[in-house]
């Protein structure tokens, strides 16, 4: 049996570490109160095995043992079945890693299944394990305080999208050719975390719904209703950063755009004079073709005034080429 950590709460105070999980059958049996058993990527026989103890769906087993969830909640009679998707951002590779913790709350118990290094579970058992007047009420009290730990962690990774979308506003007026392909795969990461939060609202109301129906303590409504806030806050500030993303990227367009139009233009300049100038000594270049072709029966060339006559010419059609493009500002 992969368990992570495994305990027997009374009065919301530790009372036992069993070994194996019939021995926290056994505790819970001889003493009462709540156990809190923690797995990592159990199989399915190991699954099977809780299942039979607690009580639980076969659906959600499967679901628990296969992974690959989105985030959810899910009542079977009197057992909640809860999926949530930690994550932490990682500045080198500018990408969003999920974890994936499934949680089983029944009467009495609380059985936690981790597909991924979360340390958030064990941090949130030894908070909680400080606090006996909270965890005194029970399984509830656990799966707030996960929920809660969960939408906190999402802070950071807020933080470090929102970071990178301030570099990405610096690349792309500063003509970056790569701020294309960061701001996509930025967008990705983004709607990644959206799919991991969006459902959040949801299961927050469908717990809310539950308050008077199963006694929640007026402790513990408070505690879900401050989640709910901050879910809210992860939520609109996500939104607002696909918002922008899609802003800077056709900004980028545009401003690709613009920068190939001036570029267009500046070889349209150059490209002007080159053709002015050419046709500007191709006049030269025609006289003196003509008068180069060797023939005797040419006037001009037995006339004492001939070949000044070809250099004006020469000179002149140059000089009235000249006025034209330069008239038209093509030099």
């Known amino acids: 049996m992969t368990i992570i950590d495994n305990a027997v709460y ?14 926290s059958v056994e505790t819970l ?39 690959h969830q989105r985030p959810k909640l899910e009542r079977y009679d ?11 951002y990682v500045d080198a590779t500018e990408t969003v890693e999920f974890g994936e913790l499934h949680i089983f709350t029944g009467r009495n118990f609380v059985v936690t299944v981790r597909h991924a290094e979360t340390p958030g579970v064990a941090r949130v058992r030894r908070d909680l394990e400080q606090q006996p007047e909270l965890l005194r009420h029970g399984p509830e009290a ?47 990461e983004v709607i ?16 809310k719904r539950g308050f008077e129906k199963y006694g929640v303590d007026i402790e513990l409504q408070r505690k879900l209703r401050d989640v709910e806030d901050h879910v809210e806050q992860v939520i609109s500030r996500a939104n ?16 690709t755009a613009n920068r190939q139009n001036e570029a267009s233009a500046a070889q349209n300049e150059q490209t002007k004079k080159i053709s002015s ?18 023939f005797d029966i040419m006037p001009e060339l037995h006339w004492t005034f001939g070949y000044p006559m070809a250099l004006g ?17 093509w030099l």
């Open 277 to 294: 100038w050419a046709a500007i000594f191709f006049a030269p270049a025609f006289v003196t073709g003509l008068y180069g072709m060797n």
């Open 240 to 255: 607002g950063f696909r918002d922008l993303l899609q802003n800077a990227l056709t900004l980028d367009g545009t401003l």
């Open 192 to 207: 990644q975390f959206q799919r991991a939060i969006n459902p959040l609202p949801d299961m927050m109301a469908s717990l």
């Open 142 to 188: 656990v799966l707030y305080a996960l929920l809660d730990r969960v939408v906190d962690d999402y802070g950071p990774v807020i933080s470090g999208l929102e970071n990178d979308i301030d570099e990405i506003e610096d690349q792309l007026f500063g003509g970056d050719p790569l701020v294309s392909r960061r701001i996509y795969e930025l967008a990705r």
């Open 29 to 67: 049996a001889a003493h009462g109160g709540m156990v809190w058993i923690g797995l990592y990527r159990p199989d399915e026989t190991e699954m099977a095995a809780v299942a039979a103890e607690f009580g639980l769906h076969l659906l959600a087993v499967e679901d628990a043992v296969n992974a």
């Open 78 to 88: 009197n057992n909640l079945f809860t999926v949530l998707r930690p994550a932490r």
């Open 313 to 329: 010419m020469m000179v002149a059609a140059g000089f009235v080429m000249y006025v034209i493009f330069k008239r038209k500002n």
């Open 10 to 23: 009374v009065n919301g105070i530790r009372t036992a570490t069993p070994e194996s999980l019939e021995q």
